[in-house]
């Protein structure tokens, strides 16, 4: 991977923050995209003096597409290739019945969650057809179990699962791979504001903990190597694939009951 570029969005935390200081490490040139100017900043200053890659930040609200469309010209003009994309940004609303959801909503979700990642994928595809270059699309178990009071989320979640194996079928052609890791609970910031809203967070918390076979909830860490094995030449092969990286959150059986009222969050 050393010398090669790679976008990444959502880059200022959690997941996104995890992939960019991954990358870093592996030699790569990042352009971390993401909203918070000092977090994102800070962070490509921190990894570009540590190296042995480097860090260059640009600030970038994904649900506007020209803004993803300047991050892709921005990243070209800055070093004339794109090897890698990686689509992270993405929220988690508030867990509400789809009759407290307005559509407007819903089009928010969908604007960052799902149309940014078409957006980077078209604006980035002409330059990875170029370099063989690969893109992965940070999903979640979600999109495949779907949740409780989720359904606007789960269906962003849904929608880049298929996005990613049909435009896996049309970029074969261009020696251009696009997979997909399908997180599961995983202890980010958005995770801990999540637990903060609950009623009652300390039960939220433990209930969270059950959701995997493995007893706990994921490391950021534990993704990005994923992503970055998924980049690289070991995955030369791979294309089109969803791997779940979710300590076990979609198998076996298990006990079944609303999860409602007893944690629901506040509303907005």
């Known amino acids: 991977m050393k010398g090669k570029v790679a976008i990444i969005t959502g880059a200022s935390m959690g997941i996104g923050k995890a992939c960019v200081e991954a990358f870093c490490y592996a030699g790569v040139h990042v352009v971390a995209a993401a909203r918070s100017v000092n977090l994102g900043n800070k962070l490509a200053q921190e990894l570009t003096a540590k190296g042995p890659g480097s860090c260059v930040f640009f600030e970038c609200d994904v649900s506007k597409h020209e803004n993803v469309k300047a991050l892709i010209d921005f990243t070209v003009e800055q070093f ?27 089009n928010d979700i969908l604007a960052t969650n799902l149309v940014a990642y078409y957006a980077g994928c078209k604006y980035a595809l002409p330059y990875l ?21 989720a359904a606007t989320y789960c269906a962003t979640k849904g929608g880049i699962t298929t996005m990613t194996k049909s435009l896996a079928c049309d970029e074969a052609r261009h020696g251009v791979r696009v997979n997909e890791v399908k997180p599961g609970h995983i202890c980010t910031e958005m995770f801990e504001k999540t637990t903060s809203m609950q009623k009652d967070p300390e039960a939220f918390l ?35 694939t969803e791997i779940l990286a979710t300590g076990g959150y979609e198998i076996g059986e298990g006990p079944k009951k609303p999860m409602f009222p007893w944690t629901t969050m506040e509303k907005k």
């Open 80 to 106: 004339g290739r794109i090897d890698v994309l990686v689509n992270c940004a993405g929220y988690f609303p508030l867990q509400r019945p789809i009759d407290e959801v307005s559509v407007e909503d819903f």
């Open 129 to 149: 057809r170029t370099t063989k270059g690969n893109i992965v699309n940070i999903g979640s178990v979600l999109g495949t179990t779907g949740d409780e009071g």
């Open 206 to 240: 433990a209930y969270s903990e059950t959701l995997q076979w493995m007893g706990r909830g994921g490391l950021p860490e534990e993704i990005a190597t994923v992503v970055l094995f998924l980049a690289s030449e070991w995955a030369s092969f791979i294309t089109g």
